[in-house]
């Protein structure tokens, strides 16, 4: 569901309030849905995924560990491939193994890809 631009602060809280999952960016929306209790995946790219992860149990990171990170938006690249080279087959296994493993606690899934 993209609700980007369609709510308030205040109704997109009540709807992650409702939500059992949630895999988004690192944004405020993914830290609400943290405070709600979601289960939530991190998908970090440029930014310090070690500072802003989700913290707690149940929720994961999917970030890919280049060299080159943390560039907080100053890419050396012509395509930001700390983000775009995030698979949609690497956030499913993370989802898995979260919903398998409710104790799972701030891991960190990091691909070597330079």
Not at 53 to 67: N, Q
Request: hydrophobic share 40%.
């Amino acid at each position: 569901m993209n609700l980007a631009g369609k709510t308030t602060i205040r109704e997109m809280a009540a709807v992650l309030r409702s939500c059992r999952y949630f895999v988004g960016n690192d944004s405020g929306p993914m830290h609400i849905a943290v405070a709600a209790g979601v289960v939530s995946v991190g998908l970090f790219g440029p930014g310090e995924y070690a500072r802003f992860r989700p913290w707690g149990p149940a929720h994961a990171v999917v970030h890919l560990g280049l060299t080159c990170n943390p560039c907080s938006q100053n890419c050396l690249f012509s395509e930001a491939r700390c983000i775009q080279g995030i698979s949609v087959a690497q956030v499913q296994d993370i989802m898995t193994g979260l919903l398998g493993s409710p104790s799972l606690s701030g891991k960190a899934v990091e691909d070597e890809q330079a």
